[in-house]
């Protein structure tokens, strides 16, 4: 995007963020609708992904599933914005959370907490609303964006709202955040040709990172589950957990393979909020040729 075009669109972003969610929701559908032809590649990608992870379900299945997820993924380009310029009184009420008064006092000791978690449409909006009844802002771990206008526009909104955010090579920035007691929402779900190992998701062996926790314990930070839906009446349900057992002391394979197991089963649960449209599977084992 050039960058002279930043300020009016982050002006109809700002108008955008506070509409009411019943209005969001129906024009996520008016803009899925719109957007269908030129999301053909997301789509495909998509397409691919159900068709791998559910392969019991039905042709006709998978296309309702396919619709959902794009409907979601608009939608949560607009729940983007509403977590970027949505003032703390439109979101006051609209979330649930389990498992707040434990992380409260963990990091009210000082201590780092790692908030695990996966990429779902909501992620960052589910940060927010984490953070305003946490009463701290909670940090992240995030993919920088490749122009430097676009960059700022969108780092000065992060932190705006939130905690530190840190490129998700970034280790030394993380560390750091953790060691002085920061809170960071890290999606360890993501294709990198680095510090992976192949682990089983959804049937398929998927490049999963493996630093994790060695991330947790160099900078002394617990590690807690974060996970999150919207529900039916579109209010949203975040809950944060303790650690799986043994987690901490499986090796990192180990780990990788325990954390898949677990996102897998809340993917299941909401299937059409999770980001269908990320390349997954981008890394194969050796041998094996490209999905896509």
């Given at each position: 995007m050039p960058c002279w075009l930043l300020p009016p669109v982050v002006w109809v972003a700002k108008g955008i963020a506070r509409l009411p969610q019943s209005v969001l929701l129906w024009l996520s559908g008016v803009l899925t609708v719109i957007s269908w032809p030129i999301m053909g590649r997301r789509r495909r990608v998509a397409r691919t992904n159900l068709a791998l992870c559910f392969p019991e379900m039905s042709l006709a299945e998978r296309r309702r599933l396919l619709r959902a997820n794009q409907r979601a993924t608009v939608m949560g380009a607009l729940e983007l914005l509403r977590c970027w310029y949505a003032p703390d009184a439109a979101l006051a009420g609209e979330a649930t959370i389990e498992g707040l008064p434990w992380l409260k006092e963990t990091l009210a000791q000082g201590r780092g907490v790692l908030l695990i978690t996966g990429h779902f449409t909501q992620t960052e909006l589910a940060a927010r609303m984490l953070s305003l009844q946490l009463g701290k802002p909670v940090g992240g771990v995030i993919r920088s964006n490749d122009s430097e206008c676009v960059e700022a526009v969108i780092n000065e909104a992060r932190t705006r709202v939130g905690g530190p955010m840190f490129d998700k090579r970034n280790v030394r920035g993380m560390l750091a955040a953790l060691r002085k007691g920061e809170a960071l929402i890290y999606s360890a779900d993501q294709d990198i040709d680095t510090q992976h190992a192949f682990v089983e998701f959804f049937g398929q062996r998927a490049a999963t990172l493996t630093r994790t926790s060695d991330l947790a314990r160099s900078g002394n930070a617990l590690v807690m589950p974060f996970f999150f839906f919207r529900d039916d009446q579109s209010r949203y349900h975040l809950r944060v957990q303790p650690v799986?057992?043994?987690?901490?002391?499986?090796?990192?394979?180990?780990?990788?393979?325990?954390?898949?197991?677990?996102?897998?089963?809340?993917?299941?649960?909401?299937?059409?909020?999770?980001?269908?449209?990320?390349?997954?599977?981008?890394?194969?084992?050796p041998g094996e040729p490209s999905v896509y």
């Open positions: 799986w057992p043994g987690w901490m002391e499986a090796s990192p394979e180990q780990a990788a393979a325990i954390y898949m197991r677990e996102l897998e089963a809340v993917v299941r649960q909401h299937p059409e909020q999770y980001l269908w449209v990320h390349r997954r599977f981008k890394t194969r084992p």
